[in-house]
């Protein structure tokens, strides 16, 4: 029978009937800690500590603290203490803070090549799907389930519905990957793949570079999808091959890695990838987004009318006329080297406007270094970007990085919720080319424009 | 965990769709490394808004695509250290909803003029074993993975179960052909 990507690797791994083995296991401070005390209060073992790694990111201070025992906020420091002494204790690897791999979860593993077609993966993280770009089935757990593969090295899963969401055409020019899966949740909704693992496909992924398709997997869960995958190829092959996780050669399973094309989805979408424009949010969550040419819309709920009071915005206002207050390029969905490099490429030579506080985080260590590198971070500091250390960062602002309230921030990051960023920050998700122009101008322009 | 059977009582009302669990649980409060205390910030940004009102109760009828976002267990933690044992919406985040399984805090999803008439209503008995949600004046049957279904009966502990498979797990392990990456070994 036609088999699509998600069968073939969900065959794979099921040990026994809703029992799925779990290749890789991600780990970070903030969902981990409750699951080592559980296995302690059970007197359990971690199963596998081979086929898992662990990273500390989402409270990490990126003002360049060396270590854990020097961070300055309490909770931060005993929470990422706690990681280390866990890991420690269950024979764990950990790139902590102070690492050369230090970095976000979803950057470090793709990057050190653990991330790889065919395998199974998991993370206490709601965006492990990031990793589904690369032909795996990688999904985001809760902390009991963290307990649960630590223990046994399988999650007992029922398995999800499958959906293909099919691409006509290619981007235009200006257009990225982030513009592409904005707008198809504003297309789908934030629920519109609830209970189905999702797998990208047609002409317009299959041209992107293994960073965009990251960036579209990354925020699948944003339009509610269990994972995002895409089948692997010669891009993917050649990005994985000589990391320092990667096998020596090319194994010959990964060849097959691709849905039959007679396969049949649950449920199939089409998106016009040739229509679609550099896209910015204006409400409160990732599905609120319209092309960065048009204006605020009428609100057709409450809870639009909800969001547009929260937003402090009114309908028929054009985006191009929205002040920002900061900007913040990072975050799992947009840290990565090729992200770095298209905003620099455009802030190049040019100054960040006098209204606005503008941040870079790097994704990883591994990502700053290479950006230095290359004097990405001097074209950054000379424009007045902040060049910072690495992790989530504010992306979520569990770290010192937040803004305000009432402060507008363009963000490359993956959520506009209701104080995110900060609590009464109002956040618009947009590129890494989009949020450096807005930088620039103090608002947001359209970049097909702008860049010449 | 404790065993589930049925869930009687008066219900709270939380009329709004796409309820992300930043909401539910705001990011200051995840830097604890413990599992309990953390009802007491529920809703830690709105129940500073006038007109908030979510008394405690055992169940909770929300809106549609409860608990979208992150997959922080603290969301689940937090409603059910407040007092919640059941929620019913007519939806629910995938990520969400398994966490609540896995604490024993039921998720019951109904359509949504079962839900807005359960609200009217005040008051429901949720009763797992029968997979019906009864109310003054009406009633309704709920699906329920018989899995999900068959631990929360027992109050099993899920990962006590998977260790009985520990033959099925290793004997997997040993006839892979590939076995991935070797994080100790990077």
Redesign the interface.
């Known amino acids: 029978m036609a088999q699509t990507l998600l069968d073939r690797i969900w065959d794979a791994h099921e040990v026994a009937p809703g029992l799925l083995y779990i290749d890789l296991h991600l780990v970070h401070e903030v969902t981990s800690p409750q699951a080592f005390d559980g296995l302690r209060l059970a007197g359990r073992l971690v199963r596998r500590p081979d086929r898992t790694l662990a990273t500390a990111d989402h409270n990490v201070p990126t003002d360049g603290t060396p270590v854990a025992e020097r961070i300055r906020d309490e909770l931060s420091r005993v929470q990422v203490q706690t990681l280390e002494r866990n890991c420690a204790e269950f024979e764990i690897p950990v790139y902590s803070l102070g690492s050369r791999h230090q970095g976000i979860v979803h950057v470090i593993g793709p990057e050190l090549g653990v991330t790889q077609p065919g395998m199974t993966i998991v993370c206490g993280d709601s965006h492990t799907a990031t990793h589904g770009a690369f032909g795996a089935l990688a999904f985001g757990v809760g902390t009991s389930e963290v307990e649960h593969v630590l223990a046994t090295q399988c999650l007992v899963q029922a398995k999800p519905r499958s959906m293909r969401i099919h691409y006509r055409g290619e981007l235009g020019f200006g257009v990225t990957a982030k513009d592409l899966i904005l707008a198809t949740i504003g297309q789908i909704g934030v629920d519109g793949a609830v209970g189905h693992v999702v797998e990208y496909a047609g002409p317009a992924i299959e041209s992107l570079s293994m960073e965009g398709r990251m960036t579209v997997c990354n925020m699948t869960i944003e339009g509610g999808g269990r994972a995002g995958m895409i089948a692997p190829d010669q891009t993917t092959f050649d990005w994985v091959m000589g990391r320092p996780g990667a096998p020596p050669e090319l194994p010959e399973q990964w060849l097959s890695l691709q849905s039959d094309s007679e396969a049949a989805f649950d449920r199939e979408v089409e998106v016009d990838a040739s229509a679609v424009s550099p896209m910015v949010t204006w409400g409160t969550n990732p599905g609120m987004v319209v092309p960065v040419t048009e204006a605020v819309p009428e609100p057709r709920s409450e809870q639009d009318e909800r969001a547009l009071h929260y937003m402090g915005l009114e309908a028929g206002v054009p985006i191009g006329e929205i002040r920002l207050d900061r900007v913040f390029i990072g975050s799992c969905t947009n840290s990565r080297i090729g992200d770095l490099r298209a905003a620099a490429e455009l802030v190049r030579g040019r100054k960040v406007s006098e209204e606005v506080y503008a941040m870079v985080v790097p994704g990883s260590q591994q990502v700053k270094e290479q950006a230095e590198r290359e004097g990405l971070n001097e074209v950054f500091v000379q424009a007045g970007f902040d060049w910072r250390g690495a992790g989530c960062s504010m992306c979520l602002g569990m770290n010192p990085d937040i803004a305000a309230p009432g402060e507008r921030v363009a963000s490359t990051s993956n959520r506009n919720f209701e104080g995110r960023q900060g609590r009464g920050a109002r956040s618009h998700l947009v590129s890494p080319q989009m949020a450096a122009a807005a930088a620039i101008e103090g608002r947001f322009v359209d970049i097909r424009e702008w860049a010449r | 965990m404790k065993a589930i059977e049925t869930i009687t009582g008066h219900v709270s009302v939380l009329d ?3 309820v ?1 669990t ?2 539910i649980i ?3 409060f ?6 309990t205390g953390f009802g007491e910030f529920l809703f830690y ?1 709105w129940a500073k808004e006038p007109g908030w009102e979510l008394p405690v109760n055992p169940i909770l009828v929300a809106g ?2 409860f608990g ?7 969301a ?1 933690w937090a409603l059910e250290d407040y007092g919640f044992q059941a929620i019913v919406a007519p ?5 969400f909803r ?2 609540c399984t ?2 024993g805090l039921l998720p019951v999803e109904l359509p949504a003029e079962a839900c807005e008439a359960i609200a009217r209503a005040g008051e429901a008995q949720v009763d797992l074993r029968d997979q019906e949600v009864r109310w003054p004046g009406g009633s309704a049957k709920f699906e329920i ?1 018989p ?1 999900v279904k068959h631990r929360l009966l027992g109050g099993l502990d ?2 006590g ?3 009985q ?1 520990d033959e ?2 290793e004997a ?2 040993r006839q892979r ?2 076995t ?7």
Not at chain 2, 30 to 35: A, F, G, M, Q, S
Not at chain 2, 68 to 74: D, F, P, Q, T, Y
């Open positions: 709004r769709d796409d992300d930043d909401q705001p990011k200051q995840l830097k604890r490394v413990e599992r940004d549609r695509n979208c976002g992150s997959s922080r267990e603290h689940p939806s629910f985040a995938d990520i398994s966490n896995k604490i993975d899995d899920d990962i179960l998977t260790l498979q099925a797990i997997y392990e052909q590939r991935g990456p070797v994080t100790t070994a990077l």
